[in-house]
């Protein structure tokens, strides 16, 4: 058993070993690519991967960014491009404004897992529906038959990239009488797109989404770059033609543009390459949870990297000496519906009335998009902080699955948001009258006395029975009466 992170070292330590035998020299430092919309933990995994092979991680870098610098390093004319970069196993879209060496990542989207692997896959069981149909023979049962499925399969596919029809064979299967028997099929490209139709339309949420963000329309674009071998379906392409009403930019090979503009990265970090400048951003917000299960957000997706940022918070009862911090990443309102990234207790508070106590949190990206989260209470100084690096108990989540979420969601977490904020400013209204009769009992008149218990009364009988517009409105009311005290 293997962790994912080994399975990487074992696929880096083989990397490095080849480049070695081929330069006649140690291999130390790398410079590794991951797709735009690897989320911390992901990214952190990699870095750990690179470690545990050896190798000192000089950078971790957008896979859509690599490709920039692969076309857009000699250019001097200002341009805005749009990668969009489909490989096997994701599906990355990054805008980009570069030229004079300067480069600007405006935004990025994704789905994490989206790439020709489905596209084999969906293949792959047609291919086997077909076959058991013909003959009666399900190639599922049979793991070795399968897998030769799979890979004659995946080479048609690539086929149908340059042919209109190609034939698939796979030779002897024993069928379901015991005969050994070749199974052939003549399969022609509009078939492999009608079949694939959905997986292409899923394309068209995170090209969207990119563009909103960086407040961009489709004729924005001067160009876009295609990344990765399955931008070589035509289907594809045209897809991309119908959406921008221009021709992809495919001068470079798609297979080798990620590669290029990670060695000029090397290049830049190794001082052999100069005057370019690279602006990365982060994917995802990042926050921390607050009262009421809200998430609070300090740092905004698509914030440029590195960049940090820091937000003050207080305690939620009285004569609260400790703190537990929940930072989490993501988009929607509520904790529960983001991922959770990692948790840590600051200890020592003073002990105050609620509200009173000040803690600073703060986020620090680096350039490889890691992050570190640090917690000060201002009166003592007391800090605790982490570095977001356990990856491996993290959620699982997709992060293209989140902006969707987010945006089909945004009205009813809004709702929620505002009813949990309700609930919260209920509860903090009661405290501050309760306090107010307690300091000021002897100098109010008692009908003016009655009148405050009462309104108090009243409110927690509306946060009992959750009533959320007679929350506000006993809320409103109470307000108006101990703010005349």
Same mark, same amino acid.
């Given at each position: 058993t293997f962790t994912p992170q080994e399975i990487s070292a074992i696929i880096l330590r083989k990397i490095k070993s080849d480049a070695e035998n081929y330069l006649g020299d140690h291999v130390e430092k790398a410079?590794?690519?991951?797709p735009a919309y690897f989320n911390n933990r992901q990214r952190q995994a990699t870095k750990e991967a690179g470690i545990l092979a050896g190798l000192h991680v000089m950078r971790i870098?957008?896979?859509?960014?690599?490709a920039s610098l692969a076309y857009g390093l000699h250019?001097?004319?200002?341009?805005?491009?749009?990668?969009?970069d489909l490989g096997g196993g994701t599906f990355d879209v990054s805008i980009l404004e570069l030229g %004079?060496? &300067?480069?600007?990542?405006?935004?990025?989207c994704g789905d994490t897992r989206l790439g020709g692997d489905d596209w084999d896959e969906r293949f792959t069981q047609y291919l086997? %529906?077909? &076959?058991f149909s013909e003959c009666g023979y399900d190639v599922r049962t049979d793991k070795m038959a399968l897998q030769s499925l799979r890979e004659v399969g995946e080479k048609a596919k690539r086929e149908l990239s340059y042919r209109y029809k190609t034939g698939i064979s796979l030779p002897l299967v024993r069928n379901d009488t015991g005969e050994i028997t070749n199974l052939e099929v003549m399969i022609n490209r509009e078939t492999f797109d009608i079949i694939t139709e959905d997986l292409r339309k899923k394309l068209l949420g995170p090209t969207r989404q990119a563009l909103s963000d960086a407040g961009l329309n489709p004729g924005d674009i001067d160009r876009i770059v295609l990344v990765g071998g399955s931008t070589r379906m035509p289907a594809v392409r045209r897809m991309v033609e119908d959406v921008f009403h221009k021709r992809p930019y495919t001068q470079i090979n798609p297979d080798e543009v990620v590669a290029i503009g990670a060695a000029v990265q090397a290049g830049i970090l190794m001082r052999e390459i100069e005057d370019v400048v690279l602006v990365d951003v982060t994917p995802l917000s990042l926050?921390?949870?607050?009262?009421?299960?809200?998430?609070?957000?300090?740092?905004?997706?698509?914030?440029?990297?590195?960049?940090?940022?820091?937000?003050?918070v207080t305690t939620a009862e009285d004569n609260q000496t400790e703190m537990d911090i929940h930072i989490l990443q993501g988009e929607r309102e509520m904790v529960t519906d983001n991922i959770s990234l990692g948790q840590f207790q600051l200890n020592d508070i003073p002990p105050m009335p609620r509200g009173k106590a000040q803690v600073e949190i703060s986020f620090e990206i680096d350039i490889d998009g890691i992050v570190k989260v640090s917690a000060q209470d201002l009166f003592t100084e007391n800090q605790m902080n982490i570095t977001i690096n356990d990856s491996h108990l993290l959620s699982d989540k997709e992060v293209e699955e989140m902006i969707t979420d987010a945006e089909s969601h945004a009205e009813d977490d809004m709702k929620g948001r505002d009813e949990v904020e309700i609930h919260i400013l209920a509860e903090r209204t009661i405290h501050a009258a309760q306090k107010a009769i307690e300091e000021k009992k002897s100098e109010m008149a008692t009908p003016y006395l009655f009148d405050i218990q009462r309104n108090i009364s009243?409110?927690?009988?509306?946060l009992v029975e959750n009533e959320s517009g007679l929350i506000r409105n006993k809320t409103v009311e109470l307000r108006k009466w101990f703010e005349t005290v």
């Open positions: 410079v590794i690519t991951v870098i957008n896979e859509p960014t690599a250019r001097e004319d200002i341009q805005t491009i749009l990668i969009w %004079d060496g &300067f480069f600007q990542v405006k935004a990025v086997a %529906d077909t &076959f926050g921390i949870e607050t009262q009421g299960g809200l998430f609070s957000k300090i740092l905004p997706r698509n914030s440029t990297v590195p960049t940090s940022a820091s937000k003050i009243e409110l927690k009988k509306a």
